[in-house]
């Protein structure tokens, strides 16, 4: 075999290659792009959504539905199921067509307090001492109660003062908890604040005892808290309660004999 026919042989092996490995790129070529284009169904925005509202609620009042798409225009965490997001808020609106995608969902605690809040509820910051609120001991997520001790004047057919007191107000979510006062350890004044959750109606009371009582928080147990009949104490309640009347009355003959 000349020199010639040589590189000749050579040339055409190397093209015959050439073409069949053009042939084998187009082949796979050709079968992704069919892949690609196998249809699937996601989850997309029925409607225009603005963002603050949970996944829960955004399924529930079928602000989504499902559409068939090309496998390859699904965007990178696109939902397959509404329950992934259940325990979601969206942070970022969705517009009608656009697909769910859990990239523009986080969780409430994520957005602070205003995203542990909505319909009626609302934030209130109560400042108080440390005692008042617990401090050091209430945490963010617990339950309380408001007890109100409240001055009564000029009631109708007494003389002197009386006082009254209630929980006026139960089962309010710490939102976020009262931090102990650097000087704490100095002087029991020393004020902080806690915030609570309430509606857009308990607000009224709660800042009308602020405002007009002496008032304290207690906490509330985490598993299976009860409440027991409303009830308020005063001045004769909490001295006569379980007393008999011979020892009322022993009681007030004795005050009388001291104050002669």
Partial sequence: MTYRVRNIVIALGLALVAMML???????????????????????????????????ELAKSKAFKTTQIPKRSVVAGAISDTQQIDQLVLSQPLYAGEQVTVRRFQTAQSQGIVGQLKATMRAISLPGDADQLLAGTL?????????????????QGASGDYFATRIVLRDLLVLHAPEIPASAKVTTDAKTSVVVAVTDTQVQRLYFVMQN????????????????????EGNISVLTDGISNAQWNHFLEGNVRNLR
């Fill in 22 to 56: 053009t042939l084998f790129y187009v082949t796979n070529y050709k079968r992704s792009v069919q892949h690609g284009e196998s249809q699937v169904k996601v989850w997309v925005a029925a409607r225009d959504i603005p963002a603050g509202t949970s996944g829960a």
């Fill in 139 to 155: 945490k963010t997520g617990d339950h309380v109660d408001v007890v109100a001790n409240f001055k009564l004047t000029n009631i």
């Fill in 213 to 232: 009582a002496a008032w304290t928080l207690e906490l509330r147990p985490v598993v299976d808290a009860q409440d027991s009949s409303e009830r308020m």
